[in-house]
Every structure is written in structure tokens, then in C-alpha cells.
């Protein structure tokens, strides 16, 4: 099966520009999860959908940092406008449900896009 | 969530057993522990995962104390594509967040 699509994989912006990564998760999994990853540390959730819902966006900087899943399969998140602290690897991942058993909690990671701001 | 506490880094011999430790004190009787890996540059991956048992899949095996306290990730045989970040996730079922700390950067070496 494909995986976890992301794009693009690298982007080079100056601060105050604004920036837009998609998302488009493994057919039929209805949750979607976006991570930042600051190096040398581990992947800090964003948002998490549930379908085409937001189920956690408590660390989602909401100032800045927009997420949509219109259409319950891929989604977009938006940065605008962009600080030199948000320079990361934003990471998306999809599992089959997060509300059910345990056993379909297993996450599939896209490979990321890495984000310089200068 | 529970959160988890891992060595920083951990050394092991190529075909070696890698054994790498998590503490979870604060664990919940419904928290599950995860395990996770991160080859550089690459997404994390899932390895395994378990309540109360040990659990053995072809990539690993985990070992959970009887309180629960901690756990032990077990590679049985480390290869050089095992280097990695190996993050240790408490999980209460249901409650959907995956708080991942720093992991463990694991060295193969030959």
C-alpha cells in the first residue's frame, strides 16, 4: 500500500513569509496527526483529526499555525506568518482510528518537510 | 499522560542483544507503552506495543515489569540499520496523545 505523501519536502522561507505543507494520509485511515520536530528533539503533536474533526489542538500555536482536513482525507497546514523558532521538520502521520482498540493506533509517518526560516 | 524517562544514548555490538530501558512510574493501570523508532531523516516508525504481558513481534520484544514501573525494548540481534532514536510512549487507551520526549539514541556499532 502507498503510504503517508508529503509536500514539499523542503522549503526555504524569510520570517513574516508564510508557508503551506499538505498532507495526504494512507487510504482509509481516519486519523491524521501533525508533529514538529525542532532538531535533537522528539516530534511534538500539533493537531489531531479525527476524520474531518479536530480532536486535540491544544499545542497548535493558533496565533500563527492553521490545520484543515476539509474532505477527511488529506489536509493542509498553514503557517503565516512564519518565526524564526518554527524552522523544523513538520512531520504528518495516519493511523486507521484512534478511537477504537489499541491495536489500530499504529502510526504511519510521512518523511516530513523541513522548514528553514531565515 | 504517564510521561517517560530514557538514557540519552546507549552503545551495542553488531548481532548483539540491544536492551534499551524506559521508566514510566507514573503509569496508569490503562496506560499502554509504545515504542518507537527514528532512523535519521526518516519518519518514526512503530515497533511494538503492550499493557501488562511482553509482548515479541519479528522486530522486538518488549518486557514490562510486574508493576509496570518500567520497561525493557529487546532487539535480539542489532544490525547496523538498527542505529536509530528509540522513543518509549505512554499511551492512556483512548485518550489520543502520543508524547514522544527525546528517545534513546541507540549506536550499532560493528
Known amino acids: 500500500e502507498a503510504g503517508v505523501a508529503q509536500s514539499p519536502r523542503y522549503k526555504i522561507i524569510e520570517k513574516r513569509q508564510s508557508v503551506a505543507f499538505w498532507c495526504n494520509p494512507i487510504s482509509g485511515h481516519a486519523t491524521l496527526y501533525w508533529y514538529q520536530q525542532i532538531l535533537g528533539q522528539g516530534p511534538k503533536l500539533l493537531i489531531q483529526f479525527q476524520n474531518n474533526g479536530v480532536v486535540d489542538d491544544s499545542q497548535l500555536p493558533k496565533d500563527r499555525f492553521s490545520a484543515e482536513r476539509l474532505k477527511g482525507v488529506d489536509s493542509t497546514l498553514k503557517i503565516q506568518p512564519a518565526k524564526l523558532e518554527d524552522s523544523a521538520v513538520y512531520l504528518c502521520a495516519s493511523s486507521l482510528d484512534q478511537t477504537g482498540p489499541p491495536a489500530l493506533y499504529e502510526q504511519y509517518f510521512g518523511p516530513g518537510t523541513r522548514l528553514t526560516v531565515t | 499522560d504517564a510521561k517517560t524517562t530514557q538514557p540519552p544514548s546507549m552503545d551495542c555490538a553488531e548481532g548483539r542483544a540491544a536492551n534499551l530501558p524506559c521508566n514510566h512510574s507514573t503509569i496508569s493501570g490503562n496506560e499502554y507503552v509504545y515504542w518507537y523508532r527514528q532512523i535519521h531523516s526518516q519518519g518514526p516508525q512503530y515497533i511494538i506495543h503492550g499493557l501488562k504481558n511482553n509482548e515479541t513481534n519479528e522486530m522486538a520484544s518488549l518486557i514490562i515489569t510486574e508493576d509496570r514501573k518500567s520497561s525493557t525494548l529487546i532487539l535480539p540481534h542489532a544490525t547496523l540499520r538498527d542505529t536509530a532514536v528509540y522513543y518509549c510512549?505512554?499511551?492512556?487507551?483512548?485518550?489520543?496523545?502520543?508524547?514522544f520526549g527525546s528517545g534513546t539514541k541507540l549506536n550499532v556499532k560493528p
Open positions: 510512549i505512554a499511551l492512556f487507551y483512548n485518550f489520543n496523545k502520543f508524547y
